[in-house]
């Protein structure tokens, strides 16, 4: 049985980058996401795929959950699978998830054993947002958020990407998901404020997790994500009671 992690902050960190994965695995975040896409270029591909396994050893010697991003087009998604250590993975996060088509894909090549983590990063993958929510190896969705605002042209910053939060903090709690993102840039590792308040936006949205790209984000996420005065007080009333 798959089940839905309960995670707050995922670090991501390329394939092959020694020392970033080191310093991650010293500061111990929920999920370790290591990234064969954007982090990395067309021809460091193979060499990637290559020093995949060790990498995945070393978070697994950690005790610290392993995530792998992997490529969107088919003959690049069979090379990373090949390449992965499937028993030292927690969960597979999808690129540009538009449709039914790559979560099927992928699902068939893990015998539907892996979970698996939608990237929404493009505006034609709103309209699939309730088909896509019930796929049954999908346990969390999340909200990509720099190349949404791209391809609308806009500023993470700018607002134009709450509704898309909140529409994904519905469609993963219908089904019981983790969703993860914010309304904002991931990369705001400099404006550590205004990166708190718009995790924040996304708590109130639905969004219970966040990815960061830098480690100085991951003390803000767990501040940011951790329960209230107001809250903590409520629980131990029924706890009481």
Not at 49 to 68: D, E, K, M
Not at 171 to 188: E, K
């Amino acid at each position: 049985m798959i089940l839905v992690p309960n995670w707050q902050a995922l670090l991501f960190v390329p394939v092959g980058a020694e020392r970033h994965l080191a310093s991650a695995i010293r500061l111990r975040p929920d999920a370790i996401v290591l990234d064969l896409e954007d982090a990395i270029a067309p021809a460091a591909k193979p060499e990637a795929r290559a020093r995949l396994r060790s990498a995945q050893q070393l978070i697994h010697a950690a005790g610290i959950y392993c995530v792998i991003r992997i490529n969107c087009q088919l003959r690049e998604v069979v090379d990373d699978l090949a390449a992965a250590e499937l028993g030292h993975m927690a969960a597979l996060m999808l690129p540009k998830v538009e449709d039914l088509r790559g979560l099927q894909n992928v699902a068939e090549l893990t015998g539907g054993k892996i979970g698996l983590i939608a990237l929404k990063e493009t505006p034609a993958a709103l309209q699939a947002l309730p088909a896509i929510a019930v796929f049954p190896q999908l346990v969390a969705m999340m909200l990509g958020s720099e190349d949404y605002a791209a391809l609308l042209g806009v500023s993470p910053d700018g607002g134009a990407l709450s509704y898309l939060a909140a529409q994904i903090g519905v469609a993963a709690a219908t089904r019981g998901l983790l969703g993860i993102g914010f309304p904002g840039s991931l990369a705001n590792f400099q404006a550590l404020d205004l990166y708190a308040s718009q995790i924040a936006q996304g708590r109130q949205l639905g969004l219970r997790a966040v990815a960061a790209f830098h480690p100085a984000q991951l003390p803000v996420i767990r501040s940011a994500l951790a329960p209230t005065h107001a809250e903590i007080t409520w629980a131990n009333k029924v706890l009481q009671a």
